[in-house]
């Protein structure tokens, strides 16, 4: 192992999208069991801080390949292809109108039936936006396709969490 692997070597994971959750988290628990600073308390302070150094690159692996909308931007990233979602936030005018009718129903909404329908819509795009990031990743590598994908589901989750505290504050 080292510190600059890229995190799928690092886990000694394939780099693709499509992942096992449970694989993902055995890996984590091997290796923070491998590089627990604890495990290096009779080793001296020096150690200690590399055991660290390695304990935040392992936890900061994981928060990104346990995360399909992060995996997806990391395999972006290893083959070129960097998401910048705050400098390119270009979109199909379709997807930016689904956004506008979203936004207007969530203004709209006067219960939590309403809004959880919406939650409901909201949701089921995500599942067929990741269902076609594991399509453009893992089969296609059309890595610029997916880079997009990666784009517009960020702005998806965004609303999402708008939605959720929406409904939060009417059940309140």
């Known amino acids: ?9 690092l ?20 290796l923070q069991a491998e590089v ?9 302070a020096t150690a200690q801080r590399v055991a660290m150094q390695w ?7 994981y928060q990104r390949l346990k995360d399909p909308l992060k995996r997806a931007a990391a395999l972006c990233a290893l083959h070129g292809q ?3 979602a705050h400098d ?14 979203w936004r207007e129903a969530l203004d709209e909404a006067q219960d939590a039936a309403a809004v959880e329908a919406l939650s409901e819509q909201v949701a089921q795009r995500r599942r067929a936006m990741l269902a076609e990031l594991q399509v453009l ?17 960020m702005f998806i989750e965004r609303f999402a969490e708008g939605v959720d505290a ?3 504050a009417l059940e309140s």
């Not at 886990?11 to 091997?30: G, N, T, V």
């Not at 390119?88 to 009718?101: S, V």
């Open 1 to 9: 192992m080292k510190l600059d692997d890229d995190d799928f070597t």
């Open 36 to 44: 627990h600073p604890d495990r290096f308390a009779a080793d001296g």
């Open 166 to 168: 929406r409904l939060h």
């Open 55 to 61: 304990a935040v690159r392992v936890n900061e692996a």
């Open 82 to 84: 960097r998401i910048d």
């Open 88 to 101: 390119n936030t270009a979109m199909p005018p379709a997807f930016l109108m689904q956004q506008m009718e």
């Open 11 to 30: 886990f000694d994971l394939p780099q693709r999208f499509e992942q096992q959750r449970s694989d993902i988290d055995a890996r984590w628990k091997a």
């Open 137 to 153: 990743l893992d089969e296609r590598a059309d890595w610029v396709a997916a880079a997009q994908e990666v784009r517009a589901l």
